[in-house]
């Protein structure tokens, strides 16, 4: 040390002996340490700035994180409420696809109408024309069976109102108002309808139809839809199995408690190609068919099954490939003064 300066500090001195017998021990050095105050002190120090240095990065480090965080949610949120907002157009979009849809299938069920509606009509005019012929005839000729004539005419004319009268009735009905129906006489109503197409594929028809049933409430054009189309599959499937001419079709109706409830079922079975198993659950699904697109959109069946669910109903499908189908209609039952009676 400099002789003016006194460094603050601890000082030790540990001697050092050694044994030269048994019984002489002799100190022979000494170790001497000096602690210095100053040096901890500047050790402390720049322990002191190195936790302070560390802890501004470490904290410098968090708030860069902090803020990456919250821009990284903020920009989240922000493609969160794009991509709800784009879902809601997209559902609206669907929506209005579906009631396009819907209306398309609509306008098929009138088609199928008008085209029965035509075929029913032609006959009686047919026999009219060929009456007024004859008519004429007579006239010419002042033969006497004029009476026969006019009664004849009189009869095809009545009957050309009354197929005009029931188509009036069955497309004016808006198709969603519920009515108290006779499901026997609609499905009556739909064989009539596809009588044309079933005559032309040879196609056979038996029915096992409950006739106590009492009647039930739904729309009946809407019921009418999805008869058809059902029916309609049944006559494609018979058509479209190989090495076959001609088919049965088989109706009937009942009622069948299930769940604590009464439901009222239509079954609509056929002897066609069938549905290989793996395909069962697609059926119902929109856009699934096995036509070709001139022949079908895969809509149908669909939108009967939404058409059923529109009152608690449901439709099911059973199937042996290669040997026959089953549609179940399930409707619930209601028990009324009419069905009771």
């Known amino acids: 040390h400099k002789d003016d300066e006194v460094e603050e500090g601890w000082e030790v001195i540990a001697p050092m002996d050694a044994a030269l017998s048994q019984k002489d021990h002799r100190i022979v050095g000494a170790v001497r340490v000096f602690i210095s105050i100053q040096l901890i002190k500047r050790v402390a120090s720049s322990l002191s700035n190195i936790i302070l240095i560390v802890g501004a990065i470490g904290g410098l480090s968090l708030f860069l994180l902090l803020m990456t965080a919250l821009r990284r949610t903020i920009e989240n949120d922000r493609r969160l409420h794009e991509v709800e907002t784009r879902n809601i157009d997209l559902s609206e979009q669907l929506h209005e696809a579906e009631r396009n849809l819907m209306n398309l299938e609509k306008f098929s069920v009138l088609g199928q109408l008008t085209g029965t509606f035509a075929h029913e009509i032609g006959t009686p ?5 060929g009456h007024l012929t004859l008519l004429k005839e007579d006239v ?3 033969k006497p069976n004029l009476d026969s004539r006019f009664s004849i005419l009189e009869g ?4 050309i109102a009354g197929i005009v009268k029931n188509f ?7 198709p969603s108002e519920l009515q108290l129906i006779d499901a026997n006489q609609l499905i009556e109503k739909s064989l009539t309808i596809l009588g044309p197409r079933l005559e032309l594929l040879q196609v056979k028809v038996q029915r096992h139809l409950d006739r106590g049933l009492g009647p039930i409430r739904i729309a009946p054009l809407e019921l009418e839809q999805v008869l058809i189309n059902i029916i309609n599959n049944a006559i494609d499937a018979i058509r479209m199995k190989p090495g076959q001419v001609g088919g049965i079709l088989e109706l009937s109706t009942g009622l069948n408690r299930r769940d604590d409830a009464e439901w009222l079922e239509i079954r609509v079975r056929d002897n066609g190609m069938g549905i290989p198993e793996k395909d069962l ?32 109903g449901n439709l099911s499908v059973a199937s042996v490939e290669n040997e026959w189908t089953l549609f179940t209609i399930s409707i619930p039952f209601v028990h009324t003064k009419e069905s009771d009676s």
Do not use: M
């Open 140 to 142: 010419i000729s002042d």
């Open 281 to 312: 659950k697609k059926v119902l699904r929109p856009f699934y068919t096995t036509k070709t697109p001139a022949e079908g959109t895969g809509l149908g069946l669909s939108i009967c099954a939404d058409l059923l669910a529109k009152v608690d």
């Open 125 to 129: 005019l047919n026999a009219i024309t």
């Open 156 to 159: 095809q004319v009545s009957k």
């Open 168 to 174: 009036l009735q069955t497309t004016a009905q808006p």
